[in-house]
């Protein structure tokens, strides 16, 4: 059975860091892009970062320079290090799995999210 469980969410003041972690279970982790998704209320759910199973990663302009994702195949975690918070910031964020199957159709798994609130 797949299973993705976030930690580490919570609330901070601006400028302060969070690092949310993500514990796959179920998949051969190294076969896998991982991502970080998040969603604030009333707003469309975005993508965060990405890093994929080379090691590269992908970030959305918002966060760049301030946030880092990183990955331990041994442990089958992905990490998400967030650096000089903002209120902008607040959403809950999701942990995300995915691999290209036949056909050139992508499958997803998701993690149960973790709120992330940036306030003073």
């Known amino acids: 059975q797949v299973q993705l469980v976030e930690s580490g969410g919570g609330l901070v003041q601006p400028g302060g860091s969070l690092r949310l972690s993500c514990a796959a279970s179920g998949i051969a982790f190294s076969t896998h892009a991982m991502g970080w998704y998040r969603q604030a209320p009333g707003k469309q759910r975005e993508l965060v970062a990405i890093i994929h199973t080379d090691g590269s990663t992908t970030y959305t302009e918002p966060v760049k320079g301030r946030f880092t994702t990183s990955r331990d195949n041994a442990k089958n975690t992905v990490y998400l290090q967030m650096n000089t918070l903002t209120p902008e910031d607040t959403a809950v964020y999701y942990c995300?799995?995915?691999?290209?199957?036949?056909?050139?159709?992508?499958?997803?798994?998701w993690g149960q999210g973790t709120q992330v609130t940036v306030s003073s």
């Open positions: 995300n799995a995915a691999r290209l199957i036949m056909g050139g159709k992508t499958i997803n798994y």
